[in-house]
């Protein structure tokens, strides 16, 4: 529809609120002729800086977390369970993300999204190897192919180049909406992201 | 309209956020038959159950921070200004809030919306009582009986066990709301809130 820019989401594998914004950004991004550029990275980076903890582990806010996510789900109707591995460590899916990425940005986003759905329904865990390898698998990937690529000196500096590019556009949760360089942090901002787009930014 | 009890809207004064919440709550509130329980409370407590800082002083989320606190005045057409002294420790605020609520609640309330507006409008700091009592008596209250109040140990004592209590029901951030005992963070959440109230909660 237009040529502009893609708007950039970013965000970490094992972040729920990532996860409920990954089941919107497209069809929001396409009521307003734009494309989605996913950028997975690893959030704990950016929490060495901040100070901050995993919402799990912070004491109040862990409890608040919990409950806010479930209500999520109920309200939008869509699956949530917190995998008893939560947080994981979601490099493995974060590798695989940039070398699939390589090959096709679009089977690469559906990958994502896959990975987001198979997490938070409770069927793998983004911080397994191999669960991210036979999810890749049953989605038409080449195993051999990804394993190799998830080794690839190459694509693990990739993977961390991301992360540290995040941060240095003052990136420090997930999800993460660049519009332009517009920031928006947060599953709760993507009425602003949509009125943002629609031309309703002041000035 | 109903007799539902009122809605709970926790904040400290010093929080821009619930400044902006501030604005919109009341008429949130009625347009669903009900009416709000200002609460302040000193958020320093809650921060340090969570190992959070102020906004203002943490290392990325600062500058984000500032940053959306001007768009979000921009996108609601409100004034909004950080102040020099910000973030005033809203001690003052707070305890002349609790003795003139117990005179009556909704001249506190018409209070309490007035410190929001001078400290977010450069005009005075809610964490001077010299500024408090000049904001209060400009609104008709006397002077004595408010400086006699906020001196006073048992009013003292109130404003700290509602801090007490906030942390005890699970606040941990400002501004918070409560319908009843569903517990909502941030200004953001101000559409969910509504939600609610509508009767679009889940189950």
């Known amino acids: 529809m237009t040529s502009a820019?893609?708007?950039?989401?970013?965000?970490d594998f094992a972040s729920p609120y990532a996860y409920?914004?990954?089941?919107?950004?497209?069809?929001?991004?396409?009521?307003?002729?734009?494309?989605?550029?996913?950028?997975?990275?690893?959030?704990?980076?950016?929490?060495?800086?901040?100070g901050a903890q995993g919402l799990s582990r912070t004491p109040l806010k862990g409890d608040y977390a919990r409950h806010d996510w479930r209500r999520i789900a109920e309200l939008k109707g869509v699956p949530f369970v917190l995998?008893?591995?939560?947080?994981?460590?979601?490099?493995?899916?974060?590798?695989?993300?940039?070398?699939?990425?390589?090959?096709?940005?679009?089977?690469?986003?559906?990958?994502a999204k896959a990975i987001f759905e198979g997490y938070f329904g409770g069927r793998l865990d983004c911080g397994s190897a191999e669960d991210v390898l036979a999810l890749a698998v049953s989605l038409g990937h080449d195993e051999l192919d990804l394993q190799n690529g998830m080794a690839n000196p190459?694509?693990?500096?990739?993977?961390?180049?991301?992360?540290?590019?995040?941060?240095?556009?003052?990136?420090?949760?997930?999800?993460?909406?660049?519009?332009?360089?517009?920031?928006?942090?947060?599953?709760?901002?993507?009425?602003?992201?949509?009125?943002?787009?629609?031309?309703?930014?002041?000035?």
Chains 1, 2 share one sequence.
């Open 83 to 111: 995998p008893a591995s939560h947080p994981s460590n979601a490099l493995p899916a974060t590798r695989a993300y940039y070398h699939l990425e390589l090959r096709s940005p679009s089977e690469a986003a559906h990958f």
């Open 5 to 11: 820019a893609p708007i950039e989401f970013w965000f």
């Open 154 to 203: 190459l694509i693990k500096e990739r993977a961390l180049r991301m992360g540290e590019q995040a941060i240095g556009r003052g990136v420090f949760g997930s999800p993460w909406i660049f519009v332009e360089d517009e920031p928006f942090w947060g599953w709760d901002r993507l009425p602003m992201v949509e009125r943002w787009l629609a031309g309703g930014r002041p000035g």
């Open 20 to 50: 409920f914004a990954a089941l919107e950004i497209d069809d929001l991004a396409a009521r307003h002729g734009r494309t989605v550029a996913w950028r997975p990275f690893m959030l704990g980076a950016a929490f060495k800086i901040t």
